[in-house]
């Protein structure tokens, strides 16, 4: 069965390391692939995403994330993380077509950021 | 402001008893889905529908039912057949996958 493995479930950084959350991702056929995240308290929200193209991809508050389609990946970066990074991240993975498909989450990844 | 709204945030019930959730979108969007959250195990699809008057299972449907009599709204209701109906519920609407999910703040039900 299709599924998708976020292997960092709790990660804790202090201001202005560099982050990296892994995703992995079963699936033979086409995928296009997306990060959420959730602050606390608000609705998931769309963070990046890839259809096409360049394999790195640049998302919202400096995130940026690269599709390694030989090993099976979608890891999520930032060069350095802020207090308000704070939040819970999920990958997704879009099975089926562009218009009809639905997405598959990973299990999450926490980040704490301590000031 | 379009978007999705949920209700209620927190639900109640009692053991044996069938719940039902809201979901409404004034987005215009054509599809809408049902997702379970609980910790450590991310996001599980539960229903989906792409069209009004269709829908289709996900990966945890048994135990759920839900309707889409209206493009707006696509409530789930929570059976007795549920074994572990206590979860954070959302809802999710869609315009075209290139655009990616657009979700409700949630319904946390817990079943006493």
């Known amino acids: 069965a299709q599924s998708v493995s976020q292997h960092n479930h709790h990660v804790i950084l202090s201001e202005a390391a560099s982050l990296e959350l892994g995703c992995n991702y079963s699936y033979g056929g086409t995928v296009n692939l997306f990060w959420y995240v959730q602050y606390p308290g608000q609705h998931l929200q769309l963070l990046l995403k890839y259809f096409s193209g360049d394999p790195l991809v640049k998302g919202i508050k400096g995130f940026e994330a690269e599709f390694i389609k030989s090993k099976f990946s979608f890891n999520l970066r930032k060069p350095s993380v802020q207090w308000s990074d704070t939040a819970e991240y999920f990958c997704?993975?879009?099975?089926?077509?562009?218009?009809?498909?639905?997405?598959?989450f990973g299990q999450g990844t926490t980040l704490q950021v301590k000031p | 402001d379009g978007g999705i709204t949920q209700s209620p945030k927190y639900l109640f019930r009692k053991e044996g008893q069938n719940v039902t959730l809201s979901c409404e979108q004034n987005l215009n969007h054509d599809a809408m889905y049902w997702y379970r959250q609980d910790p450590g195990q991310g996001l599980r699809l539960i229903y989906y529908s792409q069209i009004v008057n269709d829908f289709q299972k996900g990966d945890i449907a048994e135990g759920y039912s839900v309707s889409r009599e209206k493009k707006e709204s696509f409530p789930l209701t929570v059976t007795s057949a549920q074994k572990n109906p206590t979860a954070f519920y959302l809802c999710a609407s869609s315009k075209g996958m290139v655009y990616g999910y657009t979700f409700g703040s949630g319904t946390r039900l817990t079943v006493v």
């Open positions: 997704a993975v879009l099975l089926g077509s562009s218009n009809t498909g639905k997405l598959i």
